[in-house]
């Protein structure tokens, strides 16, 4: 699901993937010098190039456009994009697809922003900043279904449930709910969505902004059953090529976009509802 004046470090090694990890993305042994604002080796010189995917939906953008600032992740690529020293006016968006973002080979973006967790596998193929969101996991049902009567996970194990390829939601799922048969896989988003409309699963798992969304906008006739702790907890990073020299510079931003508060206020204007659905253990 694949994007918050300072002197950096040009690092070339910041490994991270996925959905769904704590550990540290940093490589400290790689080679460092200094980054200049403004000025540094961008896939375009002078513009800062950013991915994510399409349609890109709410919380993360609004009305489908990254370039507008508005929604969480649009936001936090602008602020990252400011510290590194780029305006909006020299930040450029690229579409690029969940599943190829964290694909080995080189990119054709500075870095990509779409609730992609960081995960082992994933960095051994790409490089990702420091994170930038913790998220939990939610289980979405139809309001009139069985599954949307759980009260803890235990009774969401025999119900049919449904994921997005490439998501750690399917590793989450398996972890935490131990569902008695395999949760269905679908290709993406829109897929998952008409399944649940179509009663063809019993209940979606998702991370939990995508399910506030879900159910607000795409599915009003489901509800949110509740949320729970991703393994590892499930942390967002920016994604950027492995090896990428940028890579320590857009941690760095990061970094500097939590101590100055900046990141906090963003998460809580944007990602603050979060908080309401019930906790399943």
């Known amino acids: 699901m694949k994007k918050l004046s300072l002197a950096l470090l040009l690092l070339v090694a910041l490994t991270a993937f996925g959905c769904g990890s704590s550990d540290d993305s940093t490589n400290t042994s790689a080679t460092a010098a200094d980054c200049k604002p403004g000025q540094l080796p961008t896939e375009q010189q002078g513009v800062l190039t950013i991915a994510t995917d399409k349609p890109a939906y709410p919380p993360y953008f609004e009305d489908e456009d990254p370039t507008n600032g508005e929604g969480f992740e649009s936001a936090v690529a602008y602020a990252i994009a400011d510290q590194l020293g ?4 020299k930040v450029k968006w690229t579409v690029e ?16 922003v779409n609730q992609i967790s960081i995960t082992p596998p994933r960095k051994k193929a790409v490089d990702f ?20 009567k759980a009260k803890s996970l235990e009774e969401l194990q025999d119900a049919n449930l449904g994921v997005q390829i490439g998501t750690t939601s399917l590793e989450a799922a398996e972890a935490e709910i131990e569902p008695s048969s395999r949760p269905e896989v679908f290709n993406n988003s829109n897929d998952v969505v008409q399944a649940l409309k179509n009663k063809q699963i019993d209940a979606v798992v998702v991370d939990l902004p995508t399910a506030l969304y879900l ?52 998460t809580q204007r944007w990602m603050s509802q979060a908080a309401g659905a019930p906790e399943l253990s």
């Open 86 to 89: 780029y305006p909006k006016a």
């Open 97 to 112: 697809a969940f599943n190829a973002s964290f694909a080995p080979g080189p990119k054709d973006f500075d870095f990509d």
């Open 129 to 148: 900043s420091a994170p930038y969101y913790t998220a939990n996991q939610a289980v979405v049902a139809l309001k009139d279904s069985d599954a949307a």
């Open 215 to 266: 159910t607000a906008v795409q599915v009003p006739e489901a509800a949110v059953v509740g949320q729970f702790s991703a393994p590892g907890g499930d942390q967002w990073g920016a994604l950027l090529e492995k090896d990428s020299p940028l890579t320590a510079c857009v941690s760095e931003a990061v970094e500097a976009l939590e101590s100055s508060g900046e990141l906090e206020k963003i």
